[in-house]
């Protein structure tokens, strides 16, 4: 945590020393206004301190975050080039064991530009990607013991709709209409629903309670609910008609009394940390049939481990994609191998979301975009 705390102050100084200080043909006045934009923009994470928010949720709104998220990731994509042209120019000194040598001068004002005008697209196109409307993802998934009434059975997965300060109630207007158009027989929501409290969002989040599905909206809670104040916004869903799961399983049945399939889902498994349950898998299956499919919603793919027998399809959120090339690698490290998309793991199924919005902290996509993820069943 502290590395976090310090790390924008260092890049802060790296721009400042060893890109915009070197530079021959530009004037004091232009070298100032380059610190301020890229030197200040590399602080993005303090603005809190103006806005009354924090490092979760800056509490900015729409176009005041556009703005300073594309100055702060333009910043960051500056500090990589220009780290990646000193260990360029490094390997070449050592090479060819001379100090004075390099490929790419940092007095250059032709190079200054480049990359400067190669950190300023990268990050405006990642924001306006993070910002932009979630695409349609379908999958069609073959579930062995499915009931032949349940063959064809439609479901949407929302996940970290990260509702806050910079959304707009269109953007959660649009997400609804396009889900209950497709007439879903399930809603399956895998959390991060809020940034915020709900005097805060209300006018936003209640929006959330006009989807509608054949048998149901259910959902699990991610780790931001834990930051925004769990048990009330749990306690809002339901009484809107969204159904949590928290260590908890229902038996879907159709309008005869058939049942189809076990929907099951689990607390964020983190909750312990805030005095919590802890997430417990055998409790969410406690209730079910077991001679009928299961479909598990956890936040956090890395439980999917723990799945394997006991899950035909888990559904997951949390890593939003990855964000980006290099970052996507790691995130898939840190979360048992999962990222994005769909993954075999024997019996079970998993589907990472994307995420159907971002999240205020880190608005940024490069490649994977937002997405609302339809899922048909099959025999």
């Given at each position: 945590?502290?590395?976090?705390?310090?790390?924008?102050?260092?890049?802060?100084?790296?721009?400042?020393?060893?890109?915009?200080?070197?530079?021959?043909?530009?004037?004091?006045?232009?070298?100032?206004?380059?610190?301020?934009i890229f030197g200040l923009g590399s602080l993005k994470q303090y603005i809190y301190i103006f806005s009354g928010g924090d490092m979760m949720?800056?509490?900015?709104?729409?176009?005041?975050?556009?703005?300073?998220?594309?100055?702060?990731?333009?910043?960051?994509?500056?500090?990589?080039?220009?780290?990646?042209?000193?260990?360029?120019?490094?390997?070449?000194?050592?090479?060819?064991?001379?100090?004075?040598?390099?490929?790419?001068?940092?007095?250059?004002?032709?190079?200054?530009?480049?990359?400067?005008?190669?950190?300023?697209?990268?990050?405006?196109?990642?924001?306006?990607?993070?910002?932009?409307?979630?695409?349609?993802?379908?999958?069609?998934?073959?579930?062995?013991?499915?009931?032949?009434?349940?063959?064809?059975?439609?479901?949407?997965?929302?996940?970290?709709?990260?509702?806050?300060?910079?959304?707009?109630?269109?953007?959660?207007?649009?997400?609804?209409?396009?889900?209950?158009?497709?007439?879903?027989?399930?809603?399956?929501?895998?959390?991060?629903?809020?940034?915020?409290?709900?005097?805060?969002?209300?006018?936003?989040?209640?929006?959330?309670?006009?989807?509608?599905?054949?048998?149901?909206?259910?959902?699990?809670?991610?780790?931001?609910?834990?930051?925004?104040?769990?048990?009330?916004?749990?306690?809002?869903?339901?009484?809107?008609?969204?159904?949590?799961?928290?260590?908890?399983?229902?038996?879907?049945?159709?309008?005869?009394?058939?049942?189809?399939?076990?929907?099951?889902?689990?607390?964020?498994?983190?909750?312990?940390?805030?005095?919590?349950?802890?997430?417990?898998?055998?409790?969410?299956?406690?209730?079910?049939?077991?001679?009928?499919?299961?479909?598990?919603?956890?936040?956090?793919?890395?439980?999917?481990?723990?799945?394997?027998?006991?899950?035909?399809?888990?559904?997951?959120?949390?890593?939003?994609?990855?964000?980006?090339?290099?970052?996507?690698?790691?995130?898939?490290?840190?979360?048992?191998?999962?990222?994005?998309?769909?993954?075999?793991?024997?019996?079970?199924?998993?589907?990472?979301?994307?995420?159907?919005?971002?999240?205020?902290?880190?608005?940024?996509?490069?490649?994977?975009?937002?997405?609302?993820?339809?899922?048909?069943?099959?025999?």
């Amino acid at each position: 945590m502290l590395a976090f705390k310090i790390f924008p102050f260092i890049q802060a100084l790296v721009i400042i020393l060893c890109f915009i200080l070197p530079l021959k043909k530009v004037s004091l006045k232009y070298k100032i206004l380059l610190a301020i934009i890229f030197g200040l923009g590399s602080l993005k994470q303090y603005i809190y301190i103006f806005s009354g928010g924090d490092m979760m949720d800056p509490k900015l709104s729409r176009y005041p975050a556009i703005f300073f998220d594309t100055i702060y990731f333009s910043s960051i994509f500056l500090f990589l080039l220009t780290l990646i042209r000193m260990i360029i120019n490094g390997v070449y000194k050592l090479s060819r064991l001379n100090p004075g040598k390099f490929i790419i001068p940092a007095q250059s004002t032709r190079y200054a530009a480049l990359f400067l005008l190669i950190a300023c697209l990268i990050g405006g196109r990642a924001v306006f990607n993070g910002f932009a409307p979630p695409v349609d993802k379908f999958y069609e998934i073959t579930v062995k013991n499915l009931p032949s009434e349940a063959n064809d059975l439609r479901i949407v997965e929302l996940a970290d709709l990260h509702i806050s300060a910079p959304t707009i109630p269109s953007e959660i207007e649009d997400i609804v209409k396009r889900v209950n158009e497709t007439e879903p027989d399930l809603i399956l929501i895998a959390g991060d629903f809020v940034d915020g409290t709900i005097e805060e969002l209300d006018y936003m989040t209640k929006i959330l309670f006009n989807l509608k599905a054949k048998y149901g909206v259910y959902a699990v809670s991610g780790n931001h609910e834990l930051y925004s104040g769990y048990k009330n916004w749990i306690e809002y869903f339901e009484k809107g008609g969204i159904k949590f799961l928290e260590n908890d399983g229902v038996i879907i049945r159709n309008e005869k009394d058939v049942p189809l399939l076990n929907v099951c889902g689990v607390i964020d498994i983190s909750a312990h940390r805030f005095n919590l349950p802890e997430a417990d898998i055998q409790k969410a299956l406690a209730n079910t049939d077991r001679n009928l499919p299961t479909i598990f919603m956890s936040h956090q793919p890395k439980l999917a481990n723990q799945l394997k027998d006991k899950s035909d399809l888990t559904l997951c959120g949390h890593t939003h994609g990855g964000l980006m090339p290099g970052l996507k690698q790691i995130v898939a490290k840190v979360n048992g191998g999962y990222v994005s998309g769909l993954y075999n793991t024997g019996r079970q199924r998993v589907i990472v979301s994307n995420g159907t919005r971002i999240w205020a902290g880190a608005p940024l996509r490069l490649h994977d975009p937002s997405q609302i993820v339809y899922v048909t069943l099959k025999q």
